[in-house]
């Protein structure tokens, strides 16, 4: 009952930019902590950041100082801003959501991923 979908991802050189995006839509209630993790090939998926429903942030040592995640809790959507983009970047990246149903369930849900790729 409740969907992900994220969009930004793309080829960028060392030292761009890009800025991803997610929508949660369905039978909503309440969205707690939203965040973005990334998978590289033959590696798990970590976290990347976080953001809880009170606006306070984490962020993976990695990206610390490059990445900016932000919410809007009326539109249900959450940025990821990244910035210096190196190679050891890249991977898929996937929006996640703690998030409870209007009836009653409470849930982590997914976005369906999305390639980023930094590059020469």
């Known amino acids: 009952q409740v969907q992900l979908v994220e969009s930004g991802g793309g080829l960028v050189q060392p030292g761009g930019s890009l800025r991803l995006s997610c929508a949660a839509s369905?039978?909503?209630?309440?969205?707690?902590?939203m965040g973005w993790y990334r998978q590289a090939p033959g590696k798990p998926r970590d976290v990347v950041a976080a953001?809880?429903?009170?606006?306070?942030?984490n962020y993976a040592d990695s990206v610390k100082g490059r990445f900016t995640i932000s919410r809007d809790n009326a539109k249900n959507t959450w940025n990821l801003q990244m910035n210096s983009l190196k190679p050891e970047d890249t991977a898929v990246y996937y929006c996640?959501?703690?998030?409870?149903?209007?009836?009653?369930?409470?849930?982590?849900?997914w976005g369906q991923g999305t390639q980023v790729t930094v590059s020469s």
């Open positions: 996640n959501a703690d998030i409870w149903t209007v009836y009653g369930r409470q849930y982590d849900y």
């Open positions: 369905g039978s909503i209630f309440r969205i707690n902590t």
């Open positions: 953001i809880t429903s009170g606006g306070s942030t």
